[in-house]
Nanobody, 125 residues
Framework: QVQLVESGGGLLQAGASLRLSCTAS????????RGWFRQAPGKEREFVAA????????YYADSVKGRFTISRDNAENTMYLQMNSLKPEDTAVYYC??????????????????WGQGTQVTVSS
């Protein structure tokens, strides 16, 4: 069992930067690949970024490529999402997730086994 807790959300203006954190407890952090997803009001959850257990492979949604960076620190049991040049359309609840196929950076939310409770990011224009 893995417990995930996101933090770092907030209210910002367009163009600002923010870093989200996802801290894990339970089974060894390095046993899982990780991902970030988001869900805006009235919209379906969408993939944002994913990273393998070692951090050696990452994958991004086109909408955030070049602006967001996913990373992880296995010694600290923490994953990060650095978000730069934020836009109003980035407003959403952001969720971190984990899945057991640790060598793959997976896009599909259905493949993930564990989810955090989410943290709100609001970007004003």
């Amino acid at each position: 069992q893995v417990q995930l807790v996101e933090s770092g959300g907030g209210l910002l203006q367009a163009g600002a930067s923010l870093r989200l954190s996802c801290t894990a407890s339970g089974r060894p952090f390095s046993s899982y690949a990780r991902g970030w997803f988001r869900q805006a009001p009235g919209k379906e959850r969408e993939f944002v970024a994913a990273i393998t257990w070692s951090g050696g492979s990452t994958y991004y949604a086109d909408s955030v490529k070049g602006r967001f960076t996913i990373s992880r620190d296995n010694a600290e049991n923490t994953m990060y999402l650095q978000m730069n040049s934020l836009k109003p359309e980035d407003t959403a609840v952001y969720y971190c997730a984990a899945h057991r196929d640790r060598g793959r950076a997976v896009v599909a939310g259905s493949a993930y086994d564990y989810w955090g409770q989410g943290t709100q990011v609001t970007v004003s224009s």
